[in-house]
């Protein structure tokens, strides 16, 4: 079992930053790719961003390329999702999820592919 839990969110302008947060306890940290999706009001989840095990092997949604940055501390047991230049299309509640890094199984963008999940954290952009 993995246990993840999201900080972070918050109410922002257009323009703005968030780094959320995404503890993890549990079972070994260093087993998992993690990732993040969102969902807002009235549509369906969708992939944000992943980190392979590695921690350089990145996926993002083509919608937050060049905005958003996805990272793991070892450390910690923490992956981030650094957001810049929110837009109010942004707004959703943020999940991360863990799944079972293996011999590059998937496209680690599906949500099904991943076994735990966040409770999530809410993000509203304002403009």
């Known amino acids: 079992q993995v246990r993840l839990v999201e900080a972070g969110g918050g109410l922002v302008q257009a323009g703005g930053s968030l780094r959320l947060s995404c503890a993890a306890s549990?079972?070994?940290?260093?087993?998992?790719?993690m990732g993040w999706f969102r969902q807002a009001p009235g549509k369906e989840r969708e992939f944000v961003a992943a980190?392979?095990?590695?921690?350089?092997?990145?996926y993002y949604a083509d919608s937050v390329k060049g905005r958003f940055t996805i990272s793991r501390d070892y450390a910690k047991n923490t992956v981030y999702l650094q957001t810049n230049n929110l837009k109010p299309e942004d707004t959703a509640v943020y999940s991360c999820?863990?799944?079972?890094?293996?011999?590059?199984?998937?496209?680690?963008?599906?949500?099904?592919?991943?076994?735990?999940w966040g409770q999530g954290t809410q993000v509203t952009v304002t403009s």
């Open positions: 999820a863990a799944r079972e890094d293996v011999l590059n199984s998937g496209s680690y963008t599906a949500y099904y592919e991943y076994n735990y």
């Open positions: 549990g079972r070994s940290f260093s087993a998992y790719a």
């Open positions: 980190v392979r095990t590695n921690g350089v092997t990145t």
